[in-house]
């Protein structure tokens, strides 16, 4: 596509788009990176944890003088706006899953009913990019 005559015809350019998406891309990746700083905090061992799971974690812990879960809190405040709902904790779970950031990735396994253990995977290593979506790979 050549970009200076659609500008010159006053359509939109091209190249906001472009920026538009790479913005887009970034705040997704950054979301992904803070997500599992999170779960690093709540689940240290990777032995995976509801998204109801999660949440009660925080509440229970809300009142004590050192919280012990400081990331997981502050990355929930800056995505959801405060303390999340299990269930728009899980949907946002879901759509990372497979997703893979800096070498690690979130996965489930699904348990008795509806119920879905979140856990990270990998060892933090990475390909030339970074970052792989394993869903369309």
């Known amino acids: 596509m050549i970009r200076h005559p659609i500008v010159w015809l006053d359509l939109p350019d091209p190249a906001q788009t472009r920026a538009k998406l790479r913005e887009d891309s ?6 992904a990176r803070m997500m599992i700083a999170a779960w690093d905090d709540l689940d240290p061992a990777g032995a995976g ?3 109801a799971e999660a949440v009660r974690m925080l509440d229970d812990t809300r009142s004590r003088t050192e919280d012990p879960y400081p990331t997981a809190r502050s990355v929930f405040a800056e995505i959801f706006g405060d303390k999340p709902a299990a269930k728009s904790l899980g949907m946002k779970l879901n759509a990372m899953r497979k997703r893979v950031c800096a070498g690690r990735t979130f996965d489930g396994r699904d348990a008795r009913g509806r119920l879905r253990y979140w856990y990270v995977t990998g060892n933090g290593e990475t390909d030339e990019s970074g970052e792989t979506n394993l869903s369309n790979a």
């Open 26 to 31: 970034d705040q997704s990746a950054t979301h």
């Open 49 to 51: 944890l509801t998204s």
